[in-house]
């Protein structure tokens, strides 16, 4: 089952819960077994209004979200209290309405919570518009990288990394989840100094964090990852472990994706 965090650590998740208050049970009963300090939840498919944040804060969690009513929505849970929200939305497209990103500095680390766009059909304009998001947020984690804060980026990024990160590679040539124009952007953030926590604890091991709802894709392990933690040099000095709650999975009503989390040594207790 999930584990609770360390004594002596943080422990952050994220989680796209696919319809936040249609699955509002399966998410109480994983953070009671799991106890995250701080959650990223993506695909909350409500108004703001409809968000539940009274239910969560009698499961511990302050929360902040920024809703919409179908397909976005970004959300950030703490059990450290008041949330201090920096940012909501990204530059550099005053048009883009869509709630995709979301920013908060909790217990001393900058937390970017992201949805980043599916971009299919392939091509077009949704895939461009995938590729310019991507450019933004690199932007953005330039900016990022210039303060004096440990930062990590963290959620839904629609991404498939590499080969190891799909059970079967040649069904995703023409997905935009795997395009090499998204891979290659995927990359250049990376070389801007962020660290992907999960293939950074374990190169070799094949790690899903989602599985379609056809084709019992779950029973088959016909698994993909996209859900991704991307720390900056003074987090990756902290990570102890890293994994998937891959159970919550097959959970009945579950989302498609199951929770990832990561666990970080105190500041008092750097690597």
Not at 11 to 30: H, M, Q
Not at 128 to 154: C, M, N, Q
Not at 173 to 179: G, K, P, Q, S
Request: with cysteine.
């Amino acid at each position: 089952m999930p584990r609770s965090k360390t004594k002596s650590g943080v422990k952050i998740a994220t989680y796209n819960i696919n319809g936040v208050n249609g699955r509002i049970d399966s998410l109480l009963r994983w953070l009671k077994e799991a106890r995250p300090d701080v959650v990223c939840l993506q695909e909350l498919k409500t108004e703001d209004h409809k968000f539940p944040e009274r239910t969560l804060l009698n499961a511990g969690y302050h929360s902040i979200w920024q809703g919409q009513k179908s397909w976005n929505g970004v959300a950030i849970l703490s059990r450290y209290g008041e949330i201090q929200e920096t940012r909501r939305g990204l530059g550099g497209d005053p048009h883009d309405i869509h709630s995709r990103y979301l920013e908060a500095y909790i217990n001393g680390i900058v937390i970017g919570c992201i949805y980043l766009p599916n971009g299919n059909p392939f091509p077009g304009p949704k895939f461009e518009y995938k590729l310019k998001w991507i450019k933004r947020l690199t932007s953005h984690a330039k900016k990022l990288k210039g303060f004096d804060l440990p930062v990590a980026l963290i959620g839904d990024y629609n991404i498939i990394p590499t080969d190891q990160d799909t059970y079967k590679p040649e069904k995703y040539i023409e997905n935009a989840l795997f395009r090499p124009e998204a891979r290659k952007l995927w990359n250049a953030l990376l070389k801007l100094g962020w660290t992907d926590a999960i293939r950074h604890l374990h190169p070799e091991n094949i790690i899903y964090t989602f599985w379609d709802y056809l084709r019992n894709a779950y029973g088959r392990n016909a698994g993909l990852r996209l859900d991704h933690f991307l720390l900056d040099d003074n987090l990756r000095s902290r990570l102890l472990s890293a994994g998937v709650d891959k159970d919550v999975r097959s959970w009945k009503h579950s989302s498609d994706h199951a929770p990832a989390w990561i666990e970080l040594a105190d500041q008092t207790k750097k690597t």
